[in-house]
């Protein structure tokens, strides 16, 4: 292995000393972002950074994002919006369910657009619009629930709810939108169930003269497999960070090729040779058939390794070769098995998601060994590591 450095700036200075990070490629959100604005023009592109941008970090992923090509952020939370309001970013920011009555004040004074399905959300927004006062219409979204049964009004009352925005003079129904339950399955029929009903409750605000602009239903399954859930604009999250909504997905036409923007990665810490029958980690739960270098990689489960990862044939990628994971994950630290004789050493790059030589291990491949989806992967990755951004590398990772 060549000589490896450490990234010379780590944006958390908190960690300064720790050899291990995810290292964020913003050049493929860019470019995940390009390719799928492309494939649902005419509609937009909604960049969804909710979860501090599902693990990647949200300020970055909104501006390679709309320098891609969206040209909406969404967020779960008024404190994600006004966190990337005090980042600069001035482009529109839908929050996706309706803010608690309190925080409305925050929504109109970040200028975030929020999602309405209630009665009393709704006074709230109005009030605090008022407060505020003397401003263009504020900006309203309109959720009906067509059958995820999360959060949404009923399409009935929800008609009734947009039709008052309609008619308020302070505020503009900007948008009116629905989410899909099963999205990431192409065939399944409930899609249609869902949208047929979203389309009868356009139809009833349009008999009333009342047509939003901005109609919006697609999450990543249904901008790329869905071309009838693409309406006005799509929130697309996962695609957006280069992982396919389903572990099969990837493959599944008409998906473009999108690149997977995380890795996350280690220096080994401290490296052993250890004899045949002994037993490594808690539990001793991983005996060693003939004598092994073993080394230490300092990310554990409370880094967002999971920790069922050993139990399942859990594998990373040191000098080019998967190696497994050596019993039990532990809290801040994992052992691998390098194999015998292996030319090891402290500082030596480990790669747990991501790319090295000829090897790739995903975040779906963790995720379906450890029985759940990419997604809580990366979001699970948890604030203790420290994320890197290629503008901030000095070169390319050794072995990649
Ligand atoms: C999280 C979320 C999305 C994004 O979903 P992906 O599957 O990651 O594209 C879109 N819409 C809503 C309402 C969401 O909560």
Redesign the pocket.
């Given at each position: 292995m060549p000589a490896r450095s450490r990234p010379a700036a780590v944006m958390a200075p908190a960690y300064e000393h720790r050899d291990g990070y995810a290292l964020i490629d913003t050049g493929a959100i860019r470019a995940n972002a390009a390719v799928l604005a492309a494939q649902v023009a005419p509609a937009g592109l909604c960049a969804?950074v909710?979860a501090g941008g599902?693990g990647h970090g949200a300020p970055e992923v909104a501006r390679a994002a709309l320098d891609g090509g969206a040209t909406w952020l969404?967020v779960?939370l008024v404190e994600e919006g006004r966190e990337l309001r005090a980042e600069r970013i001035a482009a529109p920011i839908l929050v996706?369910?309706e803010p608690p009555p309190a925080a409305m004040d925050e929504v109109v004074a970040s200028r975030l657009t929020p999602t309405i399905y209630t009665r009393p959300g709704l006074d709230a927004l109005r009030h605090a619009v008022g407060r505020a006062g003397g401003r263009p219409p504020f900006p309203v979204h309109v959720k009906v629930d067509t059958g995820m049964h999360r959060v949404g009004a009923a399409p009935g009352e929800a008609v009734d709810l947009a039709l008052d925005v309609a008619a308020d003079p302070a505020l503009d129904l900007e948008g009116f939108w629905t989410?899909l339950a099963v999205?990431?399955e192409v065939d399944n029929p409930y899609n249609t169930t869902q949208l047929d009903l979203y389309d009868h409750a356009l139809d009833a605000l349009a008999g009333h003269g009342v047509r939003p602009r901005v109609r919006h239903a697609?999450?990543?399954?249904g901008?790329l497999w869905h071309p009838r859930a693409r309406y006005d604009l799509v929130?697309?999250?996962?695609?957006?960070y280069g992982l396919a909504?389903d572990a099969e997905g990837i493959t599944r036409p008409p998906v473009p090729a999108l690149r997977p923007a995380l890795s996350l990665r280690a220096g080994v810490s401290y490296v052993k040779e250890v004899a045949a029958k002994e037993r490594v980690s808690y539990g001793l739960r991983y005996t060693l058939a003939q004598e092994s270098v073993i080394a230490t990689v300092p990310l554990g489960y409370a880094d967002g390794v999971p920790r069922v990862l050993s139990a399942v044939g859990g594998e990373v990628l040191v000098g080019g070769r998967r190696c497994p994971i050596a019993g039990t994950v532990t809290m801040d630290q994992i052992m691998v098995d390098c194999g015998p004789g292996a030319e090891v050493r402290s500082g030596d790059e480990v790669v747990l998601i991501g790319r090295q030589g000829d090897q790739t291990i995903t975040a779906w491949d963790w995720a379906v060994a450890a029985g759940t989806i990419a997604?809580e992967v990366v979001c699970g990755i948890s604030s203790r590591v420290p994320r890197v951004y290629d503008h901030t590398w000095p070169g390319p990772p050794a072995g990649s």
């Amino acid at each position: 292995m060549p000589a490896r450095s450490r990234p010379a700036a780590v944006m958390a200075p908190a960690y300064e000393h720790r050899d291990g990070y995810a290292l964020i490629d913003t050049g493929a959100i860019r470019a995940n972002a390009a390719v799928l604005a492309a494939q649902v023009a005419p509609a937009g592109l909604c960049a969804v950074v909710k979860a501090g941008g599902y693990g990647h970090g949200a300020p970055e992923v909104a501006r390679a994002a709309l320098d891609g090509g969206a040209t909406w952020l969404a967020v779960a939370l008024v404190e994600e919006g006004r966190e990337l309001r005090a980042e600069r970013i001035a482009a529109p920011i839908l929050v996706l369910s309706e803010p608690p009555p309190a925080a409305m004040d925050e929504v109109v004074a970040s200028r975030l657009t929020p999602t309405i399905y209630t009665r009393p959300g709704l006074d709230a927004l109005r009030h605090a619009v008022g407060r505020a006062g003397g401003r263009p219409p504020f900006p309203v979204h309109v959720k009906v629930d067509t059958g995820m049964h999360r959060v949404g009004a009923a399409p009935g009352e929800a008609v009734d709810l947009a039709l008052d925005v309609a008619a308020d003079p302070a505020l503009d129904l900007e948008g009116f939108w629905t989410h899909l339950a099963v999205a990431d399955e192409v065939d399944n029929p409930y899609n249609t169930t869902q949208l047929d009903l979203y389309d009868h409750a356009l139809d009833a605000l349009a008999g009333h003269g009342v047509r939003p602009r901005v109609r919006h239903a697609a999450n990543s399954g249904g901008a790329l497999w869905h071309p009838r859930a693409r309406y006005d604009l799509v929130r697309c999250g996962i695609a957006l960070y280069g992982l396919a909504p389903d572990a099969e997905g990837i493959t599944r036409p008409p998906v473009p090729a999108l690149r997977p923007a995380l890795s996350l990665r280690a220096g080994v810490s401290y490296v052993k040779e250890v004899a045949a029958k002994e037993r490594v980690s808690y539990g001793l739960r991983y005996t060693l058939a003939q004598e092994s270098v073993i080394a230490t990689v300092p990310l554990g489960y409370a880094d967002g390794v999971p920790r069922v990862l050993s139990a399942v044939g859990g594998e990373v990628l040191v000098g080019g070769r998967r190696c497994p994971i050596a019993g039990t994950v532990t809290m801040d630290q994992i052992m691998v098995d390098c194999g015998p004789g292996a030319e090891v050493r402290s500082g030596d790059e480990v790669v747990l998601i991501g790319r090295q030589g000829d090897q790739t291990i995903t975040a779906w491949d963790w995720a379906v060994a450890a029985g759940t989806i990419a997604y809580e992967v990366v979001c699970g990755i948890s604030s203790r590591v420290p994320r890197v951004y290629d503008h901030t590398w000095p070169g390319p990772p050794a072995g990649s």
